[in-house]
């Protein structure tokens, strides 16, 4: 009798032709590497990616001084440089999401559903964000599951202040679901273009829309119904 995997395959928008490389990227060791490598950065927006990366530098900054008495320069920043990375490959990625490709992920559904509605109630405390949606298998009515992320979007007002706040906000609920150990998939968009990259067939539940954009953007589309929490 067949066994069922432990841990889901990984699957990259481009695979190589050699079969040994195409395992090697979906093992266990090949997915963490990548994702420690990027951190999910190719997928990101402007403001995303920016303070992705001006937390790299600042935490090297912060660690450099510190490392310098214990080793040379050079040491020191290449160290400093390695363990921000870390630090923010942990903090402000998807780090338990990654964890269903690689067998130590799994979440009672449950907590999947009140967490989603935990983000729902703090988003709107937050002022810069236009809109917030769930998106992935759950919006495309395949229902929660222990082994589930939730995808979601979460959409900034216009303005450098807004983009900023709306960062943070994005940072924190990162960093908020590596410590509850939540497969969180969130990405923070500048605004409502990249939404149409995303499958058509998803149904996305409106977590925090309030001025309506999120519904008036996907009625233009000709979605005869959407789902709000």
Not at 4 to 24: C, I, Q, V
Not at 105 to 127: E, V
Not at 130 to 140: C, E, F, H, M, P
Request: charged share 20%.
């Amino acid at each position: 009798m067949a066994t069922k995997p432990r841990f889901k395959k990984k699957n990259y928008a481009w695979m190589p032709g050699n079969a040994l490389l195409r395992d090697l990227m979906a093992s266990p060791v090949g997915v963490l590497a990548i994702n420690w490598t990027f951190q999910g950065i190719l997928g990101m927006g402007r403001t995303d990616r920016w303070f992705k990366v001006g937390l790299d530098v600042a935490l090297t900054l912060v660690l450099t001084p510190i490392l310098t008495s214990f080793a040379r320069v050079g040491v020191a920043v290449a160290c400093s440089f390695l363990l921000a990375h870390t630090l923010s490959w942990l903090l402000n990625t998807h780090f338990f999401v990654i964890g269903r490709f690689v067998g130590f992920t799994t979440t009672p559904t449950d907590k999947i559903c009140s967490y989603a509605r935990g983000i729902a109630s703090r988003s709107q405390r937050c002022p810069a964000l236009l809109g917030v949606a769930v998106y992935g298998a759950v919006a495309r009515g395949r229902g929660v599951r222990a082994t589930s992320d939730v995808d979601m979007r979460f959409i900034r007002r216009p303005g450098w202040l807004n983009a900023l706040r709306a960062a943070w906000f994005t940072f924190a609920e990162r960093a908020r679901a590596f410590f509850a150990a939540f497969p969180l998939d969130v990405y923070l968009l500048d605004d409502l273009r990249p939404l149409g990259r995303l499958r058509e067939d998803e149904r996305p539940i409106l977590l925090h829309d309030p001025d309506g954009v999120l519904e008036q953007y996907y009625a233009a589309k000709g979605y005869e119904w959407l789902e709000r929490r």
